[in-house]
């Protein structure tokens, strides 16, 4: 087998790659070294598992996570891929046996965590197989600028130097700044490299910022509306998770938590636990997540703002891998620019990095506090050019918010900040605009400016609230550092003149004079006024494709359980979804679903087109049991005309029920369904509408 595309339909069912794949594949098998950035789900793992399938040796793949290692070798043998892993889990003796059996050809994939590399006994005995390709998983690692810097990924490049035969070189990872990408090529040593970003946009994930909600209450509804949902909550802190576990945990949710405060057992159980859908919710420090392969995460919440966008969009884009709909909720309150910023003063950063780490810091505030695209905010930081302004699935972009002009409030706050010399912090500035009695304001005589006292009308929380939207939106520079101040832009000054205007999302809970909805009520008062609105995730409209969903998870946990997998190495959730929509009822429509290759089906297919005959048959039996109870409960027909009855029924389950009339002084029939006559003429063209239907058409004598 020598085709890429044949190779990725075979062993992973899918009819074509993803943007940007197929080019990252096409060259790795030119023996180009090749450097891809993609989105977390973007399917980086497929750009090196199908050209290790096609090149002569082995494939070494250098991740950084043991759970990372176990999943994607437990994934690959299911598929019928040879693959192992080489990790501190094993001792001397295991290791030996693994590196004797790949030197064997058994292996066509092998996981190595880089600690290993530290090791002349480990690299020695690797020289003597023959190494096709490196894979460099999470590639970020080796940079000291990137967010989540390892000391061991620095030897990748000394280890590939003392290989017999230099072999190709792939590394990916999914968010790199400039300076990041810069040092990946630099520090591997990557050789002329093809470089592909195929673009950091998740278009499936839903985008969201809740400032100054009820942050436990809002978990604790969310969690209940989406009980059926699997989800990581992130807090950044151990209190703070064993806080939210206690809540949730009395409330009957099936819960989890993951801190570096726990011992490994417990921290091993617990991810078990949820990678196997016996729990649904994970709560959670940022020690657990990266090399989390679980497909089927809908939501993904942040208690607290994490430390820069990198974490942040890495985190969040855990939910969805399967492709599905899935939301990122961030819970934004001023503390929590408090507990990075004393995190940062704490931590041993050189200073320069420090610096540049503030740096990052305020721009993870500034898309708190932004009114414009989320989505284009997180794509721009990134370095990708975004024409478009509304995305359509952020909530800035769906909310029916109006912006309110605050130009009159932002001329009062520019004003405060210029006669206090531009030397204070948005929390000093508000102090002054509320006319606050702090011995500070007094020291400094901010108390005899014009502007103590101007909005006194306003809570601090409200203020600095303001402060921040209008950095995000450019008419404040918040300088870097450890004790940010706030200073005037030129956009500012255009406000004080009167060239300009401000417009910012309304200040909840606030003064009559700028009300704004509560945004928590508005389904209710939209439902009240007759307008739908959908809250849960699962946006399925159709009970018996949910039905059949419910049902083939149910299989497929049933064949999990028995072969001590994680369900979503079956089949994605996605694609039970799809069968759900298909309804393949053999070998060659079941091939047709995206997710099914030949391996998976001769190992489970048959056992989900039994799962779809069964529930087709009960639902056929339910449908005859409508139809005579229909029958016997209808009233007689006049003497004077033949009625039948007539049920027509979709392949959804949808079912629409009448009677066939005829005159008995005319040949032409009447149709009368749901209280609607129809000719025949008009009921042979209602019969069009019902192509690619699945119905019956049964007539009953009297």
């Known amino acids: ?87 501190s889990s094993l001792d001397w003796r295991e290791i030996e046996q693994k590196l004797r059996l790949a030197y064997s050809g058994k292996f066509k994939l092998l996981y190595v965590a880089p600690e290993r590399l530290e090791s002349e006994k480990f690299i020695n005995l690797l020289k003597s197989i023959k190494v096709s390709m490196v894979a460099v998983d999470e590639a970020h690692c080796v940079s000291q600028w990137g967010h989540d810097f390892r000391p061991s990924y620095t030897r990748i490049a000394d280890f590939i130097n003392q290989l017999q035969e230099r072999p190709v070189v792939a590394a990916f990872t999914a968010t790199a700044t400039e300076k990041v990408k810069e040092d990946i090529i630099r520090l591997l040593q990557l050789e002329k490299p093809n470089v592909f970003v195929t673009g950091f946009d998740r278009q499936n994930l839903h985008f969201s910022v809740r400032t100054g909600a009820n942050k ?40 989890g938590k993951y801190h570096a405060g726990m011992d490994d057992y417990e921290r091993s ?90 740096e990052k810091l305020q721009m993870m505030v500034d898309y708190c506090h932004t009114s414009k695209c989320l989505r284009k905010y997180i794509l721009e930081y990134f370095g990708e050019r975004v024409e478009k302004d509304n995305c359509g699935n952020c909530e800035n972009c769906t909310s029916q918010a109006v912006l309110t002009d605050y130009t009159l409030e932002a001329q009062k706050i520019f004003s405060c900040i210029k006669r206090m010399n531009e030397q204070f912090g948005v929390q000093m500035v508000a102090s002054v605009l509320k006319g606050s009695n702090l011995k500070k304001i007094r020291q400094q005589k ?35 550092g450890q004790y940010p101040v706030a200073r005037l832009s030129k956009k500012a000054f255009d406000v004080l003149q009167g060239k300009d205007k401000v417009f910012i999302k309304a200040i909840q809970n606030e003064v009559t004079s700028k009300v704004s909805v509560d945004k928590s009520n508005v389904p209710d008062l939209l439902e009240v006024i007759g307008i739908q609105v959908d809250k849960k995730l699962d946006k399925s409209n159709d009970p018996s494709e949910k039905e059949l969903f419910d049902k083939l998870k149910a299989v497929r946990r049933e064949i999990a359980e028995r072969q001590h997998l994680p369900p979503y190495i079956i089949f994605h959730d996605t694609t039970l979804k799809e069968m759900s929509k298909m309804l393949p009822r053999d070998r ?106 699945r119905f019956k058409l049964k007539l009953f004598d009297d």
């Open 1 to 87: 087998m020598s085709n890429p595309n044949e190779v990725l339909r075979r062993y992973f069912g899918y009819s074509s790659f993803r943007q940007g794949q197929d080019k990252i594949v096409e060259s790795i098998m030119m023996n180009k070294d090749t450097l891809g950035i993609m989105p977390t789900g973007g399917g980086k793992s497929i750009c090196y598992q199908v050209p290790a399938l096609l090149m002569s040796g082995i494939t070494v793949v250098i991740s950084p996570l043991i759970s990372l290692m176990k999943d994607q070798v437990e994934a690959l043998n299911n598929l019928g891929i040879s693959s192992a892993f080489i990790n």
């Open 269 to 358: 159980t617990n991810q078990d636990a949820f990678t196997y859908d016996r729990i649904r919710v994970m709560v959670a420090t940022n020690a657990f997540g990266m090399g989390i392969d679980k497909s089927n995460v809908r939501y993904v919440i942040h208690f607290n703002m994490p430390k820069n966008m990198e974490a942040y969009y890495q985190e969040v884009g855990r939910a969805g891998r399967d492709g599905g709909d899935a939301e990122g909720i961030l819970l934004y309150g001023p503390q929590d620019t408090h507990i990075q910023r004393f995190l940062l003063d704490e931590s041993q950063l050189p200073h320069e990095r420090k610096k540049y780490e503030y």
């Open 446 to 480: 901010f108390d005899k400016l014009t502007t103590f006292g101007i909005m006194k009308e306003y809570s601090i929380k409200a203020l600095t609230d303001m402060m921040n939207q209008m950095a995000a939106e450019g008419f404040l520079d918040i300088t870097k």
């Open 216 to 255: 436990l209450e809002f978990i604790v509804n969310y969690v209940k509306e989406n009980i059926n949902q699997a989800g990581i909550i992130y807090a950044a802190t151990r209190k703070e998770v064993d806080k939210l576990y206690e809540v949730l945990h009395r409330r009957g949710i099936e819960v």
């Open 588 to 693: 060659s429509s079941m091939l047709n679903i995206s997710g099914v290759g030949e391996t998976k089906f001769d190992m489970y297919g048959e056992a989900f087109i039994d799962a779809i005959k069964k529930f087709l048959n009960e639902k056929d039996e339910e449908d005859e049991k409508d139809e005579e109870n229909e029958i016997n409960n209808n009233n007689l027909p006049n003497d004077d005309k033949d009625t039948k009855s007539l049920q027509k029924t979709d392949s959804l389950g949808h079912e629409f029920s009448g009677r066939i009339t005829r005159e008995l002084t005319s040949d032409a029939p009447i149709i009368v369904m749901d209280g609607i006559e129809y000719s025949w003429e008009q009921f042979g063209k209602k019969l069009l509408e019902w192509e690619g239907s």
